[in-house]
């Protein structure tokens, strides 16, 4: 890929990426090791705001996709901060997705399904990886969704 090619595709898509996030803890946002940046888990955000909800009490899956697909645009900030240019990426390796859900909702890896998806759309397949979709009895702050991801660089 020439040097541009992820910041092509994120205007392509009309993805603006947003600064990136400052820990709200005791914690780093990014942290490499060798070729391997891991990214803390960033919590769902909308209009500036924590995206709050529980899938199958007073959210629908498709609302948890598009909430997932925020994270992924924010962990996507938090990547280029962290390494100034996204086309250093190598692989997007694994995906850890934690939905705050009624215990008798079944639909977490769809809900994930919005962050996944991006990741593809934006770097093919290097975007592909794998993942895991978990259903948790709360998240900070009352977030519906937390996600946090491990890249290859360059």
């Known amino acids: 890929m020439n040097q541009h090619d992820v910041?092509?595709?994120?205007?392509?898509?009309?993805?603006?990426?947003?600064?990136?996030?400052?820990?709200?803890?005791?914690?780093?946002?990014?942290?490499?090791?060798?070729?391997?940046?891991?990214?803390?888990?960033?919590?769902?955000?909308?209009?500036?705001?924590?995206?709050?909800?529980?899938?199958?009490?007073?959210?629908?899956t498709e609302e948890?996709?598009?909430?997932?697909?925020s994270v992924a645009i924010d962990l996507l900030a938090t990547l280029h901060a962290h390494l100034g240019d996204l086309n250093r990426i190598r692989k997007i390796v694994k995906v850890g997705s934690m939905v705050n859900s009624m215990p008798d909702f079944m639909e977490q890896h769809l809900v994930t399904n919005g962050a996944s998806e991006l990741f593809a759309e934006v770097f093919g397949d290097r975007g592909r990886h794998a993942r895991s979709a978990f259903g948790v009895a709360q998240i900070p702050l009352g977030a519906c969704v937390e996600i946090e991801l491990c890249a290859e660089v360059e």
């Open 7 to 60: 910041y092509q595709r994120l205007k392509e898509l009309r993805i603006e990426l947003p600064p990136s996030g400052a820990p709200a803890a005791a914690y780093t946002m990014a942290c490499q090791s060798g070729s391997l940046v891991y990214l803390s888990g960033h919590i769902a955000r909308r209009d500036g705001a924590v995206w709050k909800g529980k899938l199958g009490a007073n959210m629908a």
């Open 64 to 69: 948890g996709r598009v909430a997932a697909r």
